[in-house]
T-cell receptor, first 116, second 109 residues
Framework: DGGITQSPKYLFRKEGQNVTLSCEQNLNHDAMYWYRQDPGQGLRLIYYSQIVNDFQKGDIAEGYSVSREKKESFPLTVTSAQKNPTAFYLC???????????????FGPGTRLTVL | SQQGEEDPQALSIQEGENATMNCSYKTSINNLQWYRQNSGRGLVHLILIRSNEREKHSGRLRVTLDTSKKSSSLLITASRAADTASYFCATGLGYIPTFGRGTSLIVHP
C-alpha cells in the first residue's frame, strides 16, 4: 500500500528536551511538508522540501529543524527553543506541479506532541 | 497568514439533510481544494476546482467557485453520520496551498 506514515502517534516530552518526529512516504513524491495544527486552527506550514538535500522555512520555522537526506524521509526535530510545542503535527507530500498549483497534498495520520 | 476562511465555523444537521459550507479568500488563485479531517487524523483530499471552472461534482459532493466574489461552496448531499468531520478549503497561486481554519460538521444519526 502506498502512503505516508508518521511515528509515533503520541509523544510526550519534558521541557528542555529535543524530540524528533518521523515521516516516511512510499509514494515517490518529490515534495514533502510539515504542518502544525492547534485546536480550532488551520494548518500552519513549518518547513517544506521540494527535492532531496534541500528544504525551505515555512511560516513558523523558529524552534524547529528538518533534514531531507532521502526522498522517502523528512524528519522534524522540535527543539527546546520552541516555546509552545504542544500541538498536532502533520506531514504531507505531493508531486510538485509545473503550473496551475497549488498541489494536491497527501497527509500522514499525524503525531500528537505533548510537553509535560 | 490564512488565505481561505470557512463559514460557518460549526454546523450540526440530521442524517439525510444537505450540508453547505463556504470558503472566502482574499487574493487570486490557481485552484481551490477541499479536504476532510476526521477527529485526530490526517487530512484527506476531496476535490480540486480550477480557477477557470465554475462547478464540479464528485459523488455526493458539489463544489462551486465564484472568482468574482472570491468564494467557494462545498455541498454534501444526503449527509451520513460518517460525514462528521472538519472540512478545510485550501487555496493559493504557488505550489503550496494555504489552509483555512475549517468548518466542523456534525451529522446526527
Amino acid at each position: 500500500d502506498g502512503g505516508i506514515t508518521q511515528s509515533p502517534k503520541y509523544l510526550f516530552r519534558k521541557e528542555g528536551q529535543n524530540v524528533t518526529l518521523s515521516c516516511e512516504q512510499n509514494l515517490n513524491h518529490d515534495a514533502m511538508y510539515w504542518y502544525r495544527q492547534d485546536p480550532g486552527q488551520g494548518l500552519r506550514l513549518i518547513y517544506y522540501s521540494q527535492i532531496v538535500n534541500d528544504f525551505q522555512k515555512g511560516d513558523i520555522a523558529e524552534g524547529y529543524s528538518v533534514s531531507r537526506e532521502k526522498k522517502e524521509s523528512f524528519p522534524l526535530t522540535v527543539t527546546s527553543a520552541q516555546k509552545n510545542p504542544t500541538a498536532f503535527y502533520l506531514c504531507a507530500s505531493s508531486i510538485p506541479r509545473t503550473s496551475g498549483g497549488p498541489d494536491e497534498q497527501f497527509f500522514g495520520p499525524g503525531t500528537r506532541l505533548t510537553v509535560l | 497568514s490564512q488565505q481561505g476562511e470557512e463559514d460557518p465555523q460549526a454546523l450540526s444537521i440530521q442524517e439525510g439533510e444537505n450540508a453547505t459550507m463556504n470558503c472566502s479568500y482574499k487574493t487570486s488563485i490557481n485552484n481551490l481544494q477541499w479536504y476532510r479531517q476526521n477527529s485526530g487524523r490526517g487530512l484527506v483530499h476531496l476535490i480540486l476546482i480550477r480557477s477557470n471552472e465554475r462547478e464540479k461534482h464528485s459523488g455526493r459532493l458539489r463544489v462551486t467557485l465564484d472568482t468574482s466574489k472570491k468564494s467557494s461552496s462545498l455541498l454534501i448531499t444526503a449527509s451520513r453520520a460518517a460525514d462528521t468531520a472538519s472540512y478545510f478549503c485550501a487555496t493559493g497561486l504557488g505550489y503550496i496551498p494555504t489552509f483555512g481554519r475549517g468548518t466542523s460538521l456534525i451529522v446526527h444519526p
